[in-house]
Every structure is written in structure tokens, then in C-alpha cells.
């Protein structure tokens, strides 16, 4: 199925730890996003890169790097996790029509715990 | 900077009632407009959204939600709650201009009275 996926769907780390979170779109879109969503705060954004090649930072981009291997993945790395990074992880993909706005998919999620 | 309110972090309706949902925006240029819903555990699902072709947008599952720049509002509704419907659901906004990414409301939880 067309989508965004986002591997893995739960992780525990402890902290100091460092790990990537994987994102991988198949509907040959521009644009990819990090988000992460915590209780009472929405989604805020943590990176997004508009196109292949470019990344920028969004509102909650500290302690976090990304990298846009290509058109289709997008990577999220915490390179010294810690406990204020628990979170759950979305990433998502949208194509940004000149006219108009083309639609905005999200993957399920990740998961993230640190201890 | 566009921002998005939502009014009501818990809503709670009985089965066969009237569901609104509250939000409001600020955007310095005229806005793209989208309700989102997760169910537990899971990811974002597009409810609807606003791109100025029309003021009053219906989406899925019986919502729709009506764009007032008067008001600088968009608010949701479904005239009669189904159990199913108790989720969380999300305004967000993103601007024509400059960062194109979404920015998100705190959500509202809507809970579903048998």
C-alpha cells in the first residue's frame, strides 16, 4: 500500500543512547517532515526538508539531526538521548503544488522511550 | 507565524448529539485549513480541509467544518455523535508562503456518551 512508513514502531533507550528513526514514502513526494506529538502540546515540528537535498529546522529542532538520503527517506537521529525526548514520532510527506495544497500523509508513528 | 487554537481540551457529547469543535487561526496571508483525527495508538487521518475553494467543506465520516475569516475560525461539527467518533482531533493551518509545513492546534479529545 502507498503510504509513509516509519520503522521502528516502539523503541526504549537509555540515556546518553543514540539512535536513528527511519521514514520511507512511496508517493514520489517533495516534501518530508519530524514531528513529534506530546500530551496536551499537538504536534510540533521538529525538521523538515522541502526537497531532496535540503533540510531545515522547524519549532523543536534541539538535540535532534535529520538527513534526506533521497527523495524517498528521511532520517531522525538523537545523537544523546534524553528523557524529555520520550515521545511518540511522526513523520510525514505532502507534495506542494503550485496552486492549491496537494495532501499531507503521516506514518503511524514511533514510539519512544527514554529511561 | 500562523498559530491555531483549539478551544476545549476534552469534549464530551452523548451518542445522537450535536459534536462541535472549536478552532481558531492566525495566519498574516489567507490560509490552508485541515482537521485531522487519531484514533488511539495510530496515526493522523485527514478529516477534511479548506484551500478557499469554498467556505463550508464537508469530509469525512459526516463532518464538515465551515471557514468564517471574519471570525478567523473553523469550526468542526457533526450533527449526530456516533461512538466511533470518540477520538482525538486536530486543527492545523499551513501558510501559502514560506514554510510549508502544518502547524498544529493541542487538540481536542472527544469522548462519546452512550
Known amino acids: 500500500n502507498a503510504g509513509v512508513t516509519q520503522t521502528p514502531k516502539f523503541q526504549v533507550l537509555k540515556t546518553g543512547q543514540s539512535m536513528t528513526l527511519q521514514c520511507a514514502q512511496d508517493m514520489n513526494h517533495n516534501s518530508m517532515y519530524w514531528y513529534r506529538q506530546d500530551p496536551g502540546m499537538g504536534l510540533r515540528l521538529i525538521y523538515y526538508?522541502?526537497?531532496?537535498?535540503?533540510?531545515d529546522k522547524g519549532e523543536v529542532p534541539n538535540g535532534y539531526n535529520v538527513s534526506r538520503l533521497n527523495k524517498r527517506e528521511f532520517s531522525l537521529r538523537l545523537e544523546s538521548a534524553a528523557p524529555s525526548q520520550t515521545s511518540v514520532y511522526f513523520c510525514?510527506?505532502?507534495?506542494?503544488?503550485?496552486?492549491?495544497?496537494?495532501?499531507?500523509?503521516f506514518g503511524s508513528g514511533t514510539r519512544l522511550t527514554v529511561v | 507565524a500562523q498559530s491555531v487554537t483549539q478551544l476545549g481540551s476534552h469534549v464530551s457529547v452523548s451518542e445522537g448529539a450535536l459534536v462541535l469543535l472549536r478552532c481558531n487561526y492566525s495566519s498574516s496571508v489567507p490560509p490552508y485549513l485541515f482537521w485531522y483525527v487519531q484514533y488511539p495508538n495510530q496515526g493522523l487521518q485527514l478529516l477534511l480541509k479548506?484551500?478557499?475553494?469554498?467556505?463550508l467543506v464537508k469530509g469525512i465520516n459526516g463532518f464538515e467544518a465551515e471557514f468564517k475569516k471574519s471570525e478567523t475560525s473553523f469550526h468542526l461539527t457533526k450533527p449526530s455523535a456516533h461512538m466511533s467518533d470518540a477520538a482525538e482531533y486536530f486543527c492545523?493551518?499551513?501558510?501559502?508562503?514560506?514554510?510549508?509545513?502544518?502547524?498544529f492546534g493541542s487538540g481536542t479529545r472527544l469522548q462519546v456518551q452512550p
Open positions: 526538508s522541502a526537497s531532496e537535498g535540503t533540510t
Open positions: 479548506y484551500t478557499s475553494a469554498a467556505t
Open positions: 492545523a493551518v499551513r501558510s501559502d508562503t514560506g514554510r510549508r509545513a502544518l502547524t
Open positions: 510525514a510527506s505532502s507534495e506542494v503544488a503550485q496552486t492549491g495544497v496537494g495532501g499531507y500523509t
